[in-house]
């Protein structure tokens, strides 16, 4: 039961950066032009080649052991190696150095839908996509039915899938997927598909499977799912394990490691999602409840103002702030591209946003909030975790709070009606 | 999703009574003993993927769903369905018809010009797609080679395979213009599997490594339609390879599809000298053409997700 089943010793892997990496020449042209140049300049002996050895290593010095029937939650911010540990795992692209031996048929749900071809019905896509996840005929046609049902697509099997909803083709293929029968099981956040009941039917099964005494390596932003599916989590940072052990004690030094970061002079980040614009960057996000009260503590049902300072104002800047829960799970976005008429563009505020909330319709507990800053009509900037506050108990609207044994993360004005 | 919300310490409720009940089929479907062997994945060079007979073995199922998948999404939402793959033959034979045998008048070794461009516009045809078709596959298909594994080299193959029944289909007209022509094939038309299969090595050889220079470079989708204008120029279709005086005439069949075109005719029609000298020569040629595709192709294969 406990032979392992992937072994990792000293993986690598490394990307080289640029347009198309490698030569930095993406048409065959300055292909051709650079060989020659190099060529040129290897005859006359004047200096090293011309190519530039700029490289990213996305995974380095990885060491993890993971045994038959392990079930293993993979996270860490974006861009720490999650994805590519993935691919190199299930062997779309190789690793540049060290080695992983895998031990056992490994389907892999690094994308739902994949192969799904718009022309094809229903029934011939679940053959397809079937087979490129690795499934056998006979397996398809036994579980065909199962899949069908799964998806709740009965009566559309002999429709083209491109005249199916997005709901529909998004659950034909999580189906699909679901009713893989690999001894390792890979799967990259795939559960955020569908509507609420399908979701949680989903879960349902991930959570079956992961029962059956399958490997699974799971990769989710959402802690609240890597906590009820595994064991073990391994925490990946600048494409390094960072921590590996029991599901809370990691998920643990994950959230220390948000905070952390999120303390830190926010500028030093590198994770950020501004695409390389960042003509302006957050550098600071403060929760108050008034100008003057203290940072980062506010009290449910008060008002509360979240500021975001920026490096530099931008013509027709706008912000979007989302309040996520201590387990990773988002509670609300706010954009002010959706605009009201009570927003204001104010010459005279400076290099700083400000979202003012009438009553702050959370439970106490800690919340952090991930920002993305637009300007100059491109994404300027994005930070996952860039600041963190608690919320206190309090009242909403003349009735207190739920402090706990409370269900749900939100507290909202409302008024009974009941007999007497 | 409410029951993700609470933070507190412990299993979190998030899951729901299975929803299914479990009595259809056990969890011992897995099966371990025949596939639980070490695969290790590290770092490779040189010949490892492709070629190896035992990789491709294990994925065959998948090469035939591309295959199928290739041949059924060609015709659906089209009015004339598999006609297409008569009318572009019989189209060009038209205008070859027109131009280069009535017009220019370009011999035709003896037989009716029409029947003569037809016999080798069948064989080209195929050719001329699938080559076109596979030195596109893989960009077509970007979004399955960066998500998943099989051997890459299926999605140029089921294209090439794929165009087989096309083939098929105007080899069945072509036959019957020959018998309405009052030309019996002879015993030589056995040898037309042979030719199939120098057209198939050809077109894949040298479809999969155009396959993956275009994953790096996009040039090659221009390039492509160009070349093989030129390429049909260069093959026996309009005008017959005896305008060509031997030696070079044997040696222009280094053109693979020289032989094939060649041969075509020969074989469906039943008349003329067994130009086999041409045809060994192509099937040598074909054979060379697929051997090195294959290994240009297998070289810069473990890159294609990064690139693709």
Sequence with gaps: MSSSAIDIHGLGKRYALGLHGGYGSDTLRERIQHLSRNALRKAVRRGPPARQERFLWALRDLDIKIDSGDVVGLIGHNGAGKSTLLKVLSRITEPSEGYAEVTGRVGSLLEVGTGFHPELTGRENIFLNGSILGMRRTEINARFDEIVEFAEIERFLDTPVKRYSSGMSVRLAFAVAAHLEPEILLVDEVLAVGDASFQRKSLAKMNEVARQGRTVIFVSHNLAIIQALCERVVLLEHGKVMADGPVRSTIDSYLRQLESAASADLLQRTDREGRGWEESMVKRIEVREREGGTADVVVGGRPATIVVHVTEVLPAMECQLTIVDSLGHPLMTMDSEISSERDVRDDELGPRIECEIGALPLLPGRYRIDVLLKGNSHIQDGLQAASFFDVEAGVMDGRPIPVSGAEGNLAVAHTWRLPS | ?308
């Design chain 2, 1 to 308: 999703m409410r029951e993700l919300g609470v933070a507190s310490a412990g299993p979190i409720p998030i899951l729901p009574k299975p929803m299914q009940t479990e009595t259809a089929q056990p969890p011992a479907a897995i099966a371990p003993t025949m596939t639980s062997e070490t695969i290790r994945l590290q770092p490779t060079s040189g010949f490892s993927r492709v070629l190896s007979p035992h990789e491709l073995w294990r994925y065959r199922e998948l090469a035939l769903q591309i295959a199928v998948r290739d041949i059924t999404v060609r015709y659906r939402q089209t009015a004339l369905g598999a006609a297409w793959a008569v009318l572009q033959p019989v189209g060009f034979m038209i205008v070859f018809t027109l131009f280069f045998g009535h017009l220019a008048g370009v011999a035709s070794d003896g037989l009716p010009y029409a029947l003569f461009s037809l016999s080798g516009l069948v064989p080209w045809t195929y050719f001329a797609t699938v080559l076109l078709l596979s030195a596109e596959s893989l960009v077509n298909n970007s979004a399955l080679v960066s998500k998943v594994y099989f051997p890459r080299i299926f999605v140029p193959a089921g294209v090439v395979a794929a165009g087989l029944v096309d083939l098929g289909i105007s080899l069945v007209i072509l036959l019957v213009v020959v018998f309405v022509s009052g030309f019996v094939p002879s015993a030589a038309i056995l040898f037309l599997p042979l030719l199939v299969a120098m057209a198939m090595l050809t077109a894949l050889g040298v479809g999969a490594a155009l396959a993956a220079v275009n994953v790096r470079y996009r040039d090659v989708r221009y390039v492509i339609p160009f070349a093989i204008q030129m390429w049909l120029f260069a093959t026996p279709v309009a005008y017959p390879s005896s305008l060509i005086g031997e030696p070079w005439r044997t040696v222009s069949a280094l053109n693979p599809m020289v032989g094939v075109v060649e041969g075509f005719r020969w074989a469906t029609l039943g008349t003329g000298d067994a130009p086999l000298a041409m045809i060994g020569v192509s099937a040598l040629s074909a054979c060379v053409l697929f051997v090195a595709g294959l290994a240009y192709f297998d070289r810069v294969e473990r890159g294609f997700a990064d690139f693709v």
